[in-house]
Antibody, heavy 126, light 108 residues
């Protein structure tokens, strides 16, 4: 059974930093691309970032590029999201999601999400 | 960036009725790379459909997807009590992948 368990959320002041973790089990983590998707309170879903299985290729939404860093530790089956320079508009539930890549066009993957964690809430407020 | 517009915003139906949800893209979605997700209150999204019409593992056959190009549809043939939820479409044929704003299916 695929399980994804996020942790690390909380209340943080604007300009602060936070690191989210996602512990994965039940599938071959080392060969699976993974993503973070967020959902602001009462709003829809927004893709944040993706990392390929090897960890060598990473992708970011324009809204977080330069502030967030996605990484993974394949030996620990864990995905991370380092979030710096946080803003009020980053307030959301952050979901970890397992990715199914359907196509690679150059170095760009195209994919959907077949399993999601329960999410962790990040609140950016003074 | 492709914009997905879902309609209606809210669908009020009774158990046993048929639900038809629409997802329209601002430009053609390559290779019918469109997925549908269900989200219940306080829960994570669950994959229902990918490739516009392929049911994900364990999804009942009352859920079906159709469409191509810019117009896609999710149909629930006979609503069960557990189907009342939010539904999102997602296109993944263009980068970045984008989601629709959602359709809420509520009990009438």
């Amino acid at each position: 059974e695929v399980q994804l368990l996020e942790s690390g959320g909380g209340l943080i002041q604007p300009g602060g930093s936070l690191r989210l973790s996602c512990a994965a089990s039940g599938f071959t983590f080392t060969s699976s691309a993974m993503s973070w998707v967020r959902q602001a309170p009462g709003k829809g879903l927004q893709w944040v970032s993706t990392i390929l299985g090897s960890g060598g290729n990473t992708y970011y939404a324009d809204s977080v590029k330069g502030r967030f860093t996605i990484s993974r530790d394949n030996s620990k089956h864990t995905l991370y999201l380092q979030m710096d320079s946080l803003r009020a508009e980053d307030t959301a539930v952050y979901y970890c999601a397992k990715v199914v890549i359907t196509m690679l066009r150059g170095a760009m993957p195209f994919y959907y999400f077949d399993y999601w964690g329960q999410g962790t809430l990040v609140t950016v407020s003074s | 960036e492709i914009v997905l517009t879902q309609s209606p915003g809210t669908l009020s139906l009774s158990p046993g009725e048929r639900a038809t949800l629409s997802c329209r893209a601002s430009q053609s979605v390559s290779s019918s790379y469109l997925a549908w997700y269900q989200q219940k209150a306080g829960q994570a999204p669950r994959l229902l459909i990918y490739g516009a019409s392929r049911r994900a593992t364990g999804i009942p056959d009352r859920f079906s997807g159709s469409g191509s190009g810019t117009d896609f549809t999710l149909t629930i043939s006979r609503l069960e009590p557990e189907d009342f939820a939010l539904y999102y479409c997602q296109q993944y044929g263009h980068s970045p992948g984008t989601f629709g704003q959602g359709t809420k299916v509520e009990i009438k």
